[in-house]
């Protein structure tokens, strides 16, 4: 059975078109109107093994954080419907991810009850981004930090309803820590998604996630 999904989202905010292929490890193509953002989804499809086909249009001169946590909205629900009632899923994972100086450990249970918490040992610095403030006729920096990061995890979370623990165990550079952090997050989800013939049926003894 295919585990695909197709999500459309529009709102006066943001305008999202999402297709997704947990299953075939195929090249994404992803857009956003911030190229930092767009870069680190790009590393959770490749490390994930996941195809994103995504296009994203948002508000970018008022802020970045609509579109992020959109994304994070879209995305979850695309796994909500890809995964259908779960059966056969690991459910649950956990992957370290370093990159240079920083370290990320992620852990996710596909539990249909959502729940984020993010522990880091650093502060939340950013990386600027001139390029997206001369798109939009800014002569303001626009940045991608930490705390813009958070926002994205919990809307995946809470749209996916995955119980979702992330821990920067270190980092120097923020580009590093940011990118460990969504480098491990494909991991993690890649894990909780797999099927595993062992398993027979939905992996919780309710009988259902």
Known sequence: MARTAKVVRKTKETEIELELDIESGEDSDIFTPVPF?????????RHGLFSMNLDVKGDVEVD?????????????EAFKEALGDKRGIRRCATASVPMMDALTTVVVDI??????????TRNSYSVAH????????????????????????????????????????????????????F???????????????????????????
Do not use: W
């Open 183 to 209: 480098k491990a997050l494909g991991r993690a989800l890649s894990g909780a998604v797999e099927i595993d013939k062992r398993i027979k049926g939905v992996p919780s003894t309710k009988g259902t996630l």
């Open 64 to 76: 970045l954080h609509h579109t992020v946590e959109d994304v994070g909205l879209a995305l979850g």
């Open 130 to 181: 001139k390029s997206v403030a001369s798109m939009v006729g800014q002569n303001l920096e626009k940045a991608f930090d930490i705390d813009l990061t958070c926002e994205f995890l919990k809307a995946l979370s809470n749209s996916a309803g995955l119980d979702l623990h992330v821990k920067l165990e270190y980092g120097r550079d923020v580009h590093h820590s940011i990118e460990s952090i």
């Open 37 to 45: 953002f767009t870069h680190m989804l790009d590393n959770f499809s």
């Open 111 to 120: 539990s249909g009850r959502p729940y984020f918490r993010f522990d880091t």
